[in-house]
């Protein structure tokens, strides 16, 4: 896995920037604190206040350790986890409508088709609104779509990607909004599949209709009739009189007593189905906007609270102070995609026998040897200021090539246009191990460096050799 460059970050909203921040948080809650000395070092050359240092760490953090790249596949999983929704939703109108009407070879129970038609839509609008009044935000297609989109996602970072978003939004109580505007669109979706298939279906086949009861009068149909459509009929549908919907408890023939039927049923499926989910929809999202605005970060949670000490003031740790990982992140070199200018040369814990540093040429800077943290740390806030155009970094390869030496050349690297490794041969008398010399040179390859003995002072001050 490669070491994050910052200029390549992709552009990420406000939301996805603290998403991953708290998917962070609950990565480090379960699993302990990541190693985040190069983190903080960034985080605080970038400055701002707290949460602007935290937010940085954890971009830096995401994209080192693979959960920018899980929150795109997770994003992708979504698209297609709706796409699913979405299909279903039409297939189901479609349905709906079918069985409302059926072949037409029988009349239509009026009620019945009713019934098939905003049955369920009206038992699942009652439970969103109970859940709403009870505070419950928990929505059976919304779980199934997020369910759904971390299946598809097959990315083991994407872990703590679903509960991080849920958490983030709890905290403005932005799941109801959120996943009611998913329920509320895929039913507007359904419903408005059924309605076009509805009206395709009576203008292209003859239907005859019929209300039919054993205990109940005429009366009391002319009553629920003309009651319900009496909102459609003031959008435009039609509505029977008393005559038509009494002569309909046996099959009518007339023409217009079938258009008043067909226009009553096409008033109530519009009016009763798919108007409300239109207005709860814009209303749920209007919801979402209004808090989406107003997200941050809960600075009083322990996970945060404990990053304060190294981010504000700045007081950040250099070199290895860890045990090594199980697996280690190996960073690369890759090279500064911003601003940068001039040369420098810079020495890794070299031998006080060995004079330093050699003649440079005019431009070339000299940064000196580094020995202690406090040297590191100095000159990686420098060149976090003002990285330059070419850089090259002296070892001793009669060291080994450890692990807090590696991670501070690729740290040196990323802060440079162009970067080189200078092995310096040992001074006369020495011997150099072969072996060891070996070593260097394949641990440089792995961090896709550039190296060789000879000096390259000639490439610091023209940049070719």
């Not at 909004?177 to 076009?196: I, M, R």
């Not at 209709?209 to 009651?227: C, N, R, Y």
């Amino acid at each position: 896995m490669s070491e994050p460059n910052p200029a390549s970050l992709p552009p990420l909203s406000a939301l996805d920037r603290l998403w991953l921040t708290e998917a962070i948080r609950l990565r480090e809650e379960h699993a302990g604190p990541l190693e985040d000395s190069e983190a903080n070092r960034r985080a605080n050359a970038a400055g701002g206040n707290l949460a602007a240092r935290i937010e940085a760490r954890a971009l830096w953090l995401a994209q080192r350790d693979g959960q920018l790249p899980a929150l795109q596949h997770w994003r992708q999983g979504a698209r297609l986890a709706g796409l699913l929704l979405v299909m279903l939703a039409l297939i189901s109108g479609a349905g709906l409508a079918v069985a409302a009407l059926g072949d037409g070879q029988r009349p239509v129970n009026l009620f019945w088709a009713l019934g098939s038609l905003l049955g369920l839509h009206l038992l699942m609008l009652l439970g969103w609104a109970l859940s709403l009044c009870l505070g419950n935000s928990a929505s059976v297609l919304g779980r199934i779509w997020l369910w759904l989109s971390g299946k598809l996602a097959r990315d083991a970072q994407a872990a703590h990607l679903a509960p991080a978003l849920l958490l983030l939004l709890q905290r403005q109580r932005l799941t109801r909004w959120g996943l009611g505007a998913l329920v509320h669109g895929a039913w507007l979706l359904t419903l408005g599949s059924a309605l076009v298939v509805l009206l395709l279906l009576l203008a292209t086949r003859r239907y005859g209709f019929v209300w039919e009861t054993t205990i109940l009068g005429s009366d009391t149909f002319v009553f629920l009739t003309q009651a319900l459509g009496a909102l459609p009929s003031l959008l435009g549908f039609s509505l029977p009189d008393a005559a038509t919907i009494r002569a309909s408890s046996a099959v009518v023939s007339e023409e217009a007593a079938r258009q008043a039927w067909s226009g009553w049923l096409l008033g109530i499926t519009f009016t009763y189905g798919l108007l409300p989910r239109l207005l709860l929809g814009l209303f749920c999202f209007w919801r979402w906007s209004q808090g989406r605005a107003r997200l941050g970060l809960d600075l009083s949670l322990p996970g945060y609270s404990l990053l304060r000490e190294r981010l504000q003031p700045a007081s950040e740790r250099l070199g290895v102070c860890d045990a090594a990982p199980a697996e280690q992140v190996e960073p690369r070199a890759g090279s500064l995609n911003g601003a940068s200018q001039g040369a420098l040369l810079v020495a890794i814990e070299l031998d006080d026998r060995r004079p330093w540093p050699p003649s440079l040429p005019k431009g070339v800077g000299d940064a000196g040897v580094l020995d202690s943290r406090e040297q590191r740390q100095r000159l990686l806030d420098q060149l976090s200021r003002f990285p330059p155009e070419r850089l090259a970094v002296a070892c001793d390869p009669r060291r080994s090539p450890d692990r807090g030496t590696l991670a501070l050349i690729g740290e040196l690297a990323r802060s440079a246009g162009q970067t080189r490794i200078w092995l310096l041969p040992p001074p006369a008398g020495d011997a150099l191990d072969s072996q060891r010399l070996e070593d260097w040179h394949q641990a440089l390859d792995r961090l896709s460096l550039p190296h060789a003995q000879g000096a390259p002072l000639h490439w610091l001050e023209t940049g070719h050799d």
